[in-house]
Nanobody, 116 residues
Framework: QVQLVESGGGLVQAGGSLRLSCTAS????????SGWYRQTPGKQRELVAV????????NYADSVKGRFTISRDNAKNTVYLQMNGLKPEDTAVYYC?????????WGQGTQVTVSS
């Protein structure tokens, strides 16, 4: 069983930055694509950004393009989300995910709150 531990969330003013981290247990991390998702109360969880297992390809939601950057360090079993130019509408619980074929693992989530 893979355990994912997220960190880096918090309260920040609009225009500020945060860096989220998600570290996986075990040795399979490098084999899995990974992504960040977010969810607000009453809404479905939405994709924020994804990165392939080798880190060469990324994809972003239109709402975060140019502001957020996803990256990974397979030697550290960690995926990152650098968030710049934060807006109040970025407020959500952010979750990391590992995905390979039909296998998926989720982290417990970390709260990001952006004040106006």
């Amino acid at each position: 069983q893979v355990q994912l531990v997220e960190s880096g969330g918090g309260l920040v003013q609009a225009g500020g930055s945060l860096r989220l981290s998600c570290t996986a247990s075990g040795s399979i991390f490098r084999l899995y694509a990974s992504g960040w998702y977010r969810q607000t109360p009453g809404k479905q969880r939405e994709l924020v950004a994804v990165i392939t297992s080798d880190g060469f390809n990324t994809n972003y939601a239109d709402s975060v393009k140019g502001r957020f950057t996803i990256s990974r360090d397979n030697a550290k079993n960690t995926v990152y989300l650098q968030m710049n130019g934060l807006k109040p509408e970025d407020t959500a619980v952010y979750y990391c995910k590992l995905l390979r074929d039909s296998e998926a693992y989720w982290g417990q989530g970390t709260q990001v709150t952006v004040s106006s």
